[in-house]
């Protein structure tokens, strides 16, 4: 249940947070400032190109990202992958546009260093003074809930372990007396919800927060008659959210409210982010690594009878099938109704296959996948279809993992699920990862992703 009061938690938090503001700017400012403090340290000077430079990094780091609800650990990671990101990509079009000649190495380099530095300390002073700041009186902000059931109560310990969003919680306002309540532990009940209007004009109730079935609609519609004669806002916390969500959050068709509940994070600016850095690093990659690719297909063709390439039925986008690409390992094709998978000592894997296993090098023909736009570097690594038509019927939530590309590494295998699944329990491990990086999906964990497949295919032997 916690988990599932952290997804629906954003939908919250931005009207709650009296600091969105102060971060929406703060990560941009810091880039433009550290900046300005090298090219005055370094050359003595802050002239056009300078401003150019800081007007793009403002725009590309724009909006910044709070930090306050994670650890300060899980800020420096993301904040210098962040930064690496943003580095790589002004360095690509400096370069090829010749712009990166105009601005001595010295200040690059020491705006290299100072750039993340300036970040951390600016949210970490953020840290020190917004729990100071939303907790003087005049900040703070009182709320009730109605509605002491487990959502209720998941949503009171958000809000008490949470000091950054300014909210003192009251109590609970139920009919229900605490013996018919059960374990309710130590909350405070204020009274039945026919008591809730006069209670918040007495108090100067700030927010009310409606943790109510959906089923008890009369019920609803009365309160909210009742609360009209209150300067409260009310907000609906609806047990839909009791299910399992992928990228939730408000939307509207033509004007009418809906609530995303199971969607692709992949809309709008970040499917575009997506797919062109998938369709750059593809390309890039494939060039570089064309002498690499020549070799393993000699070698593959000299080690046993067949084809170079291993084409294989796998589900991609939305379930439809694709074929996968893999330089060939095995001495055998299996693409039928069942498809047993690869084990430890594996007769039908060659030699040389075994070695392109071990090293994920029979993955790299998958690069030609994403450039054909049926695939992803970053994502859920797609399974051959006689599993997922196993698998669907046993594990819940499996397709949802359909609602973005497959991918050539995945956040399942650099958390060592990688190779093979031969238990339903690790299987289902492997979904609840990948459903974890639908949630979570930011260009940033992409890049960690990249940076930890690398070092997952020279330490890890679970892949044969």
Not at 58 to 77: D, E, H, K, M, T
Not at 164 to 192: C, E, K, M, P, T
């Amino acid at each position: 249940m916690d988990a599932l009061l952290n997804q629906q938690h954003p939908l919250l938090k931005s009207r709650l947070s009296l600091t969105r503001l102060i971060t929406t700017f703060l990560d941009p400012a810091a880039l433009v400032m550290s900046l300005l403090v090298s090219a005055w340290f370094d050359a003595h000077t802050i002239d056009a190109p300078y401003v150019v430079l800081a007007l793009i990094v403002f725009s590309l780091s724009f909006p910044g990202r709070s930090y306050l609800n994670v650890s300060f650990r899980a800020a420096i990671r993301d904040i210098v992958l962040g930064w690496i990101l943003l580095a790589v990509v002004l360095v690509f079009f400096g370069y090829a546009s010749g712009y990166l000649k105009v601005f001595p190495q010295e200040v690059l380099q020491t705006w290299a260093l100072l750039a993340p530095a300036m970040q951390l300390g600016a949210h970490l002073i953020l840290r020190m003074v917004v729990p100071r700041v939303v907790s003087m009186p005049a900040n703070l902000r009182r709320a009730v809930i109605v509605g002491a059931n487990d959502l209720g109560l998941q949503l009171a310990q958000q809000l008490s372990k949470n000091p950054y969003l300014g909210v003192r919680l009251h109590g609970f306002f139920d009919d229900r007396s605490r013996q018919r309540l059960g374990d309710i532990g130590d909350a405070n009940l204020l009274g039945a919800m026919k008591d809730l209007a006069s209670y918040s004009r007495q108090n100067q109730i700030d927010l009310i927060y409606l943790s109510l079935p959906m089923t008890t609609q009369p019920r609803i519609l009365n309160l909210l008659d009742q609360l009209a004669d209150t300067t409260a806002s009310v907000y609906f916390v609806p047990d839909i959210f009791v299910t399992d969500l992928i990228q939730a959050r408000m939307d509207d068709v033509n004007g009418m409210p809906v609530v995303a509940v199971c969607d692709t994070p992949f809309t709008g600016i970040n499917g575009i982010v997506k797919s062109s850095s998938d369709f750059l690093l593809a390309l890039l990659f494939l060039v570089l690594a064309s002498p690499l690719l020549i070799a393993i297909s000699v070698g593959v063709k000299r080690s046993s009878p067949g084809p170079i390439l291993f084409r294989q039925r796998r589900y991609g986008l939305d379930g439809k099938e694709i074929l996968v690409y893999k330089f060939r390992s095995m001495t055998v094709m299996e693409d039928g109704a069942n498809v047993t998978q690869a084990t430890r000592n594996d007769q039908r894997i060659t030699p040389f296959g075994a070695f392109l296993r071990r090293t994920s090098l029979d993955e790299l023909p998958q690069f030609i996948n994403v450039l054909q736009g049926h695939m992803s570097i970053v994502g859920p690594r797609p399974h051959a279809v006689a599993h997922n038509e196993t698998y669907r019927k046993l594990i819940k939530g499996y397709m949802v993992r359909h609602k973005v590309k497959p991918g050539i590494t995945g956040w399942a295998q650099v958390n060592g699920l990688r190779g093979e699944t031969e238990t339903l329990d690790k299987m289902k491990r492997r979904i609840d990862f990948d459903l974890e990086y639908l949630r979570n999906w930011s260009l940033k964990l992409d890049l960690m992703i990249i940076m930890r497949t690398v070092l997952v295919v020279f330490k890890d032997r679970n892949a044969y």
